[in-house]
T-cell receptor
Framework: DAMVIQNPRYQVTQFGKPVTLSCSQT?????MYWYQQKSSQAPKLLFH???????NEADTPDNFQSRRPNTSFCFLDIRSPGLGDAAMYLC??????????????FGPGTRLLVL | AQKVTQAQTEISVVEKEDVTLDCVYE???????LFWYKQPPSGELVFLIR??????QNEISGRYSWNFQKSTSSFNFTITASQVVDSAVYFC???????????FGSGTQLTVLP
């Protein structure tokens, strides 16, 4: 089945130690998103790729970076995780064609714990 | 600016009861899209429905139904004969015009008791 896959499902890192979360998709969607969701809050968009074009949200900290080496994969890099970065990180994809935008489909998420 | 309001933070019902989750939105876009997502304890956001602003037809899918009313800027979600497996956080979301960002409501935690 076509889907959005996130690895790992749970990630424990140490304060200040770089960590990378990965997302892959078999939907062949051209747009990929990274959201941060803290406990009991709504998901918050960090950035997205429209094809190879990177679009950063204005309030996303510089500590968060992303890479998209090809259509299928997208990575979230946290350069120096702080305790406040502990959250669920959700990857989503959609197929956007011109002015028509389709639904965003989400992966299962990666829960990040910072010690 | 866009905004989605889910005034109900938590709802608790007994199995087999009907329950309606409210969603009110604000947007200046003439074309926009409304969504409902379900987030069970596992954390994955599961897509339930999408509604385009130019299509006010209500929809029923099994025990789920949605009532979209542009006149009141509401997109409410009803679960008929609720089941324990319906327990989850439900998010209403809005995507306006050419924007790719989803604006989420704060979510409603639904607990269905056996």
């Amino acid at each position: 089945d076509a889907m959005v896959i996130q690895n790992p499902r749970y990630q424990v890192t140490q304060f200040g130690k770089p960590v990378t979360l990965s997302c892959s998709q078999t939907l062949n969607h051209n747009v990929m998103y990274w959201y941060q969701q803290k406990s009991s809050q709504a998901p918050k968009l960090l950035f997205h790729y429209y094809d190879k074009d990177f679009n950063n949200e204005a309030d996303t900290p510089d500590n968060f970076q992303s890479r998209r080496p090809n259509t299928s994969f997208c990575f979230l890099d946290i350069r120096s995780p702080g305790l406040g970065d502990a959250a669920m990180y959700l990857c989503a994809t959609s197929r956007d064609q011109g002015s028509y935008q389709e639904t965003q489909y989400f992966g299962p998420g990666t829960r990040l714990l910072v010690l | 600016a866009q905004k989605v309001t889910q005034a109900q933070t938590e709802i608790s019902v007994v199995e087999k009861e009907d329950v309606t989750l409210d969603c009110v939105y604000e947007t200046r876009d003439t074309t926009y899209y409304l969504f409902w997502y379900k987030q069970p304890p596992s954390g994955e956001l599961v897509f339930l429905i999408r509604r385009n602003s130019f299509d006010e037809q209500n929809e029923i899918s099994g025990r789920y139904s949605w009532n979209f009313q542009k006149s009141t800027s509401s997109f409410n979600f009803t679960i008929t004969a609720s089941q324990v497996v319906d327990s989850a956080v439900y998010f209403c979301a809005l995507r306006g015009g050419s924007a790719r960002q989803l604006t989420f409501g704060s979510g409603t935690q639904l607990t269905v008791l056996p």
